[in-house]
Structure formats: C-alpha cells, structure tokens
C-alpha cells in the first residue's frame, strides 16, 4: 500500500509543482543551505538523539557519571591525571598541566551523577601550558557519520569560559570544534567578537551576540580556517535559568556540520570546515579573570554515537531476488462510489494508484476540496470518470485503455479507436475472461505462469489477484516493469516511498521513470 504520510508527501509536492512534477523533483531542500564560507543559524529545524532502538546508529561512548572515578596517574609524564572507572578502564585524561585529576574535576554519583570541571586560570606560560585542565576522553573518533552530545548546566557567572568540544587526540589544533562554548551573562574580550581567521556573525539583524558560541578552528591546510557563530542575547539569556541544557553536533568529514540545542538547530558550518582528524571529546572550565568568582562547570552526561554503515545491497539480478530482500507490503484498496459501474471496477479504476500517477489529479482535487469541501478521494473520482476517461489515461495497474485499444485491434474496430469508455465497456464484459492484455505492466498470461501457486487460475481470476495482491507483494506482471526491481535499483524512489512502496514504483514509473529514461525490468 501507499501509506498515508509517504501519500501525503506526494500530495503536497504535487500542489507545489503545480501538478506537473513528481514527488522527487519536488523535494524541499535543506532547511538550510549555505555557500562556501558562510555560517547560518536555523532555529526552526529540529533533530532529536538517536534513538536507542534504531539500528541505524550505535552508541560509541556514554558516561552518566552514576559509577565511582578514580583519580588516578597511569605513569605517563605527559598526561599522568587520569579518572578510571572501579575496575580500572581508563575514561578520561587531563591533558592540560594540572598534575592531580581531582583537582580540576570531581564526580558526584548521587542522584543521576554530575561531573563538576572546576574553573582554573591559564597558566602564565600559555605557549608552554595554555590549559591546566582539559578533561580528555581516552577514546578518539573518526571516519564516519557521528553525533557528539552533552547535557550540561549553562552557569550564570561571568568571567569563566565553560565548554565542550572536540579537538584531534591528544592534543594539536588540527580541529577544534566547540559544540557549547558558554562565556557567561556578558560576553567577555574573547567572547563572540571577530578575529582575522575568526569572522563573527555580529552585527546581523539578528544581534546583538554575546557570552555563547559555537566555533571551529582549523591549523591544518588551508591555514588558519575559522568560523564562529554567536547565539543572540535574547536566546543564550534563556539558556541561564540554573537547568541543564542538552548540546549536539552532526559531524560528518565533508558534510556540513549542524549544532542544535535541545533538539533545535542553532547554526550550520559549511562543509569544508569538517575536516576529517581522529577526534577526542573535551571539557573545560576556565577562568578568565584570574580569581573572580566563577563557578563550576556541571555535566549530567557525554554520549557519542556512530553511523552504522548501510548495509551492502543484496545480490541480485533478477526481481524475485529483490522481491525476498525487499519485503512484502498490504494494500488496503479504497473502494468506489459505485463498483457496479463499469468504469469504476477496481481492475479499471483504483483512486489511489490514479492519483500517485497524474500530480495535476492531485492539485486538481486538492482545489477542490479547498473550494467546495468534501473527500479528496470522490473528487479524484470524478475527475476520472469527466476527464481521465475521455483523455485516455491509465486508471489502474492492469487497465489502460490506449494501451488495450493498440493491443486488441478487432476491440479498436468494432468501437472506434479512441472510444475509450466502449474499451472499458468490453474489457470487464469480455477482455478480462478471455485473458486480453490491457496494461504494460500486467500481462496474465504471463503472470499465472510465472507464479506457480496461480495455476489453473481462471484469467479474470488472476487479474483480481495481481490487482488486490500480486503488485503490493513485488511480483512481476509483465517482462516490461518488474516492482521489486525497480525499487531496488533507484535508491532515491526507496528514500521517498520506503524500499517496498511498488505500487508508488509504478506510479513514479509510469509518471515520469519512462521519460527519464529509468528500465521497468532488467
């Protein structure tokens, strides 16, 4: 079947275009796009977290902070603060100088468990020991599509810059991705103000910025790519409310990267800015004026996830190959008005098929329904039985009446060539019976005999079948359009009708895979 909201997609896509192109072409596009070099806030996207039952992503690293972490030195000189959990797996390091993980960050396991970054100075020597603290993970990520998140408590105080952010392992400024980067209630001498490889987003109609940001810096080549986006005071204010607050990124190398905040797009970065370096999670909190009061940085969770990668397209060269890797699908027919008329049996006329076929039906009835009420579906109904009848157009998978007046010359002679409602007349009082062809796509003949379990079938028989069943299972009715095929090999149909829509397939098919040149079969 076509369901309801992949059919309404359709529908509207159909209004869009004015009725004369398909659902493809009439995708919107991203909510937002940028061109090289610019940064773009959209607030009206949405993104939840993966969902913990969808196997399209894997949970790569999570901690609640709900278990105890030791504080302790693995013998490493350069980096000898790290937190391990009871039984002894490292989880976090302190990369910057503080030698003692205790004093930079604790864990409080009560309660849903909170991490606390303390706010510490930048040493003096800031190009020996620029950080005393950066809460490092031990596990590094690169090499796919991934989702770095943190629900964090936005502190109020001024003067301390609390973020988390991605940087390359263990150090080096190859990457730095600031997925929450909070300066507080005022924005401080290195707030949201441009530098020369740092253009800000200030001044826009949607200022003024300050004290919130996301930012990316890269030293890799090109050198000294920045870009810094800035959340209007009227946004980050509301984030200080002493709650936590939930922070993304989607990072793909080469994809743009887009932030959120609980669940809401906040900015986009062009794709050049996602440069593709092993990536470490980090947390900070530091104190920007040396003493003031600042408070801690608080942390609920840090989770990551990653892209599974799509599973490989089965081996296939044939329909019924596809037909078991794709799937079956129900159909659930919306009867006519009238199934005793002729012309609206549903081996001639199927409301739903019609209307996926012909976008300028849909935008028709969709006017109607508009101007003068009713369901859409009578409407769609009345345009078959007024126009789509005397135009010769297609009304179901196994019925089109050009195609059965070229097929069936002594039916064209006794009724006229483009008597199309006296094709009609003659395929459900005798064509049916006698086992006529009247579709590309439906061949009976060659339908019972492909499928063994349609044996002996009498021919209006197994009509009715591929009508009711045979089309929404994949089967193939004729050499010239095979279902589950040509939703195999046109992933972008498979994107917008799900990979076991056929009866869409053949809409699309009929509707413009012809004209753009797509096979029906192999």
Partial sequence: MIRRAVFASVLVAAVAGGGQASALEHRPPPAS????????????????????????????????????????????????????????????????????????????????????????????????????????????????????????????????????????????????????????????????????????????????????????????????????????????????????????????????????????????????????????????????????????????WVKVWKKNPPPPPPVCNDNECFRAQLGTQAYTYRPSSNEANPQLTRIVFDSKFYAATYPDVVAWANGKVASQGGNFYDHVQWHWLHYGIPWGRTGSATFDPIFYMNAQPDVSAAYGWNNYAGAISHYVSNGRFEGRRASLAFDPGWYRARYGDLAGWANWAVVDHFTVYGLSEGRQGAPEFAPAWYMAVNSDLRAVYGSNNYRAGLSHWYAHGRGEGRPGAP
Wanted: with cysteine.
């Fill in 33 to 300: 796009v940028t061109t090289a070099g610019s940064v773009a806030a959209v607030p009206s996207v949405a993104a939840a977290l993966p969902d913990p039952g969808d196997p399209t992503w894997s949970k790569v690293f999570e901690d609640g902070f709900t278990q105890t972490h030791v504080a302790t030195t693995d013998g490493d000189p350069t980096y000898p603060a790290v937190f391990t959990t009871p039984e002894g797996r490292a989880i976090w390091r302190n990369i910057g100088s503080e030698k003692v993980m205790n004093n930079c960050a604790t864990v409080d396991t009560s309660g849903d468990g909170i991490l606390t970054v303390n706010a510490k100075p930048r040493n003096a020597d800031t190009a020996t020991h620029p950080w005393r603290c950066r809460i490092t993970s031990t596990s590094t990520f690169s090499g796919g599509t991934y989702v770095f998140a943190a629900r964090v408590k936005v502190h109020a105080s001024t003067g301390n810059l609390s973020s988390f952010w991605l940087n390359s392992a263990l150090g080096g400024a190859y990457n730095e991705i600031d997925v929450i980067e909070d300066a507080g209630t005022v924005s401080h001498q290195q707030g949201c103000k441009a530098t020369a490889s740092l253009p800000s987003n200030h001044g826009t109609t949607d200022g003024p910025y300050y004290g919130f940001n996301h930012t990316y810096y890269s030293s890799r080549s090109p050198k000294d790519v920045g870009r810094k986006f800035c959340l209007p005071q009227g946004r980050a204010t509301a984030l200080h409310d002493g709650g936590f607050h939930t922070f993304h990124v989607e990072w793909t190398p080469g994809v743009p990267m887009r932030f959120f905040v609980d669940g809401v797009q906040s900015a986009e970065f062009p794709a050049q800015y996602s440069v593709d370096s092993p990536l470490t999670a980090i947390l900070t909190n530091v104190d920007k004026q040396n003493g003031s009061a600042t408070s801690g940085f608080q942390v609920d």
